[in-house]
């Protein structure tokens, strides 16, 4: 079992950054490829990012690209995602996750995630 536990969410302005921290207990995450997903209020949950076990290798949704960075420190068991630029429409509740697969392919789907963090609510204002 593996427990998760966003947090860095918040109020900023368009242009904005702001940075998510989400921290394991119970196993080390460096058996699990890790993500973070999104979902705002009627719209299914959204892939935004994820990386290896390594953190050798990083993916990320297009609509995030070149603006968000997925890391992780293994040894402190916590994952980050470092969002600058943001836009109004980067609003949600972002969720963190962790998939066992080693197969990059299954990254995007919330389907292949096992274990999920509660939600940090990011919010951007125009």
């Known amino acids: 079992q593996v427990q998760l536990v966003e947090s860095g969410g918040g109020l900023v302005q368009a242009g904005g950054s702001l940075r998510l921290s989400c921290a394991a207990s119970?196993?080390?995450?460096?058996?699990?490829?890790m993500g973070w997903f999104r979902q705002t209020p009627g719209k299914e949950r959204e892939f935004v990012a994820a990386?290896?076990?390594?953190?050798?290798?990083?993916y990320y949704a297009d609509s995030v690209k070149g603006r968000f960075t997925i890391s992780r420190d293994n040894a402190k068991n916590t994952v980050y995602l470092q969002m600058n630029s943001l836009k109004p429409e980067d609003s949600a509740v972002y969720y963190c996750?962790?998939?066992?697969?080693?197969?990059?392919?299954?990254?995007?789907?919330?389907?292949?995630?096992?274990?999920w963090g509660q939600g940090t609510q990011v919010t951007v204002s125009s």
């Open positions: 119970g196993r080390t995450i460096s058996s699990y490829a």
């Open positions: 990386v290896k076990r390594s953190g050798g290798s990083t």
């Open positions: 996750a962790a998939n066992s697969y080693y197969d990059s392919a299954y990254y995007y789907s919330d389907s292949r995630y096992s274990y």
